[in-house]
């Protein structure tokens, strides 16, 4: 499964990258707008440098042709820009018009499986099922993946699947277990993965045991 990070934090996203868990970025614009910089073509840019893989940037327009002019002016800031275009109806006639020019689209705020359907027959390289916003209301963001990966299986289609809102280190594991491509994760749960308090305890035992026979060596 590929690691996306889902953030806009270069210095996080530098850290992640030198634990070889970084193929890929995601941002949108709320998490651009905590890095508090307006230069954001250059901060795009800049993440694109460090990531060199798959880098979603997200529209800021509402109708489907202005999406698509900020969508072709954002692919020329690095050949790794991916566009992020919500999937409503405007969004639809976005990503067909996108994907017919061959650019690559991640079809984002996905809460159905029926949006999943229509933006994977539109031709988005992506599809972004926010299971943590599901979770927040009271439904089963992990069952609609389940549920899109069937539904893409069935037909073949190729859009890959990013597990998107992910909010702890269980949603990672059971994007695994259910063959995702993808889970774009925030750089705290990253560093959630790894980490096992029997792991630590171990090692304190083990560091313990060596100090003893080093100063029983003396
Ligand atoms: O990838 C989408 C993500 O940024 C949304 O996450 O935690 O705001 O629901 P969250």
Redesign the pocket.
């Known amino acids: 499964m590929k690691f996306f990070i889902?953030t806009a934090n270069l210095e996080a996203i530098k850290e992640i990258k030198a634990m070889g868990m970084c193929d890929g970025v995601?941002t949108?614009p709320?998490?651009m707008a905590k890095e508090g910089r307006t230069d954001t073509d250059a901060l795009l840019r800049e993440i694109c440098d460090v990531v060199q893989g798959p880098v979603s940037g997200e529209v800021t327009t509402l109708k489907a042709d202005e999406m698509i002019a900020q969508a072709r002016q954002l692919v020329k800031i690095s050949e790794y820009i991916v566009i992020k275009i919500p999937a409503t109806y405007e969004g639809l006639l976005a990503i067909s018009a996108l994907a017919s020019e061959g650019i690559a689209v991640n079809a984002t705020l996905v809460f159905s499986v029926s949006q999943a359907l229509l933006v994977a027959k539109a031709g988005a390289a992506y599809v972004?099922p926010?299971v943590?916003?599901l979770d927040d209301v009271s439904e089963d963001g992990m069952n609609l993946i389940e549920e899109i990966i069937t539904v893409y299986g069935n037909y073949g289609y190729d859009t890959e699947v990013i597990v998107?809102?992910v909010?702890h280190p269980l949603h990672v594991v059971e994007s695994a277990l259910l063959g995702a491509d993808v889970a774009?994760i925030p750089p705290q749960v990253i560093k959630k993965l790894i980490a096992h308090p029997l792991t630590d305890k171990g090692l304190a035992g083990f560091m313990a045991d060596w100090e003893k026979l080093q100063g029983g060596a003396r």
């Open positions: 889902d995601t949108n709320s998490l972004s926010f943590g916003r998107a809102s909010r774009t």
